[in-house]
């Protein structure tokens, strides 16, 4: 076990980071959401819940939870330190724990939406072009987060939408892959009330984050294909660490014991945001 752990830390540092990376905006603002989401579209119960955050810049936004956010930031403080079981203890122990990894990256005057994700110790990254999402404002109004905000409706991925924008912050942003409102999007929900986003905080960075990438860092795939990916990992996860380089030790039983756990539990993550 600890020489498992080990792997997975060296895993952790090697495929997170690079040397060299890219500066492409400052971040200016900061805007916090609360996600909420039914996992089981057959249990009512299945709820979760999720910190995100979208930080904002003049060209270009990021989206991702909260968790995820941290623990990156926790791993790249740590990236040139000794790679030892005491150090990964150490970070481990301060990492929260966040259901979902992904980044979405949108940038201004462009339809293209960049996700990046990691799936094992390989990170994906796919391009999506989406167009004008059709925006229907309405003339209804009601307050989100002590702020004044308006109506609108939309379909996107198989879903339909009723969202809640201000033009008290003039960006046209808002959560996941959601934007194209005159403000920013507050509040978003499908009508089947699976998927909420909603405001809990905003605020202008006094001192501006900067927005770092490298392409290196990615395997490019397109969507189709990363889904596929997704689905492979779903029916058989050592399939794809075995193809990734990793290899693991099982006692009799246990590897078919841990692939039936794991079939079940996906099982019941039947119901994505996107439906096509």
Request: net charge neutral; proline share 3%; no cysteine.
């Amino acid at each position: 076990m600890q020489t498992f752990l080990l792997i997975i830390f060296s895993l952790i540092f090697s495929s997170a980071f690079a040397q060299n990376k890219e500066i492409e905006d400052q971040f200016k603002y900061k805007a916090t959401y609360n996600l909420t989401w039914q996992i089981d579209s057959t249990d009512a119960k299945s709820i979760q819940n999720e910190t995100m955050v979208l930080f904002i810049g003049d060209k270009i936004s990021r989206f991702s939870s909260e968790g995820q956010y941290i623990a990156d930031s926790i791993k790249e403080a740590y990236k040139d330190r000794e790679r030892t079981q005491q150090s990964f203890n150490e970070m481990r122990s301060k990492m929260p724990m966040s259901a979902l990894n992904f980044y979405i990256f949108k940038r201004q005057n462009s339809a293209e939406v960049s996700v990046t994700e990691k799936i094992v110790k390989d990170n994906y990254r796919y391009k999506q072009e989406i167009a004008d999402l059709n925006w229907e404002i309405l003339p209804e109004t009601k307050d989100v987060a002590g702020f004044g905000a308006q109506k609108a409706k939309t379909s996107f991925s198989g879903r339909n939408y009723t969202a809640w924008f201000t033009t008290a912050i003039p960006v046209s942003e808002g959560p996941y892959k959601f934007r194209g409102l005159p403000g920013l999007i507050l509040e978003i929900s499908d009508n089947k009330g699976y998927y909420t986003f909603k405001l809990t905080g905003f605020k202008e960075l006094n001192d501006e984050i900067s927005m770092e990438f490298n392409p290196e860092n990615y395997l490019e795939v397109s969507r189709e294909r990363f889904l596929q990916i997704k689905e492979e990992y779903a029916e058989n996860p050592f399939v794809i660490m075995e193809s990734s380089g990793i290899t693991m030790g099982f006692q009799p039983g246990q590897k078919e014991k841990l692939l039936k756990e794991h079939r079940e539990e996906f099982k019941k993550k039947n119901n994505p945001i996107e439906l096509k």
